[in-house]
């Protein structure tokens, strides 16, 4: 750790995104949450966020599991912060895969979560739009079908055959 870290006291931040097995009750997840946070705790670190991702069906197994329950953390931590909340998953049986990731040496929480809202708006409003559009695509296809419903057949669906012989009977 640099003195500049030591001085300020600006820590290293982290995020943690964890799969357990899908079967594990929502007590069970809170009790490791908690667990994580004290570990955090302990290195006197800060929770900056706690995502809930839902459970999700896997890319490809995972020790025989097709679905997953996802946790995202996000935190600051001293020391060897890491390798204890890495220590903690990998001792419990229900973990099947987790990823730490370093975001920056001198982390700012509140930048962090002023970027994560604008990011979040910003999808928020892609997908008013995608939905918008989604909307109006499905206005025209049914205004469509009421058209040509509305025109009743056309002469085309009447036309008989004039009996001259055309057919594909011979008179033979």
Known sequence: MSAATRDTGVLPGYETTFITRA???DDAVKALQ???NGVVASFNGK???S???GKRR????IQKESRGQYNYFVYTGKGEVVHEIERNLRLHDHVLRFLTVNLEKEF???KFQKRREEIQAAAKRREEEREAKREERFGERRSHDYESRDRGPSAEDFEMDSGDGGGSESGN
């Open 108 to 110: 700012d929480a509140e």
């Open 23 to 25: 079967e594990m009750t």
């Open 47 to 49: 929770l900056v966020l």
């Open 34 to 36: 908690e667990r994580l």
């Open 58 to 61: 896997l890319a490809y197994p």
């Open 51 to 53: 995502e809930d991702w």
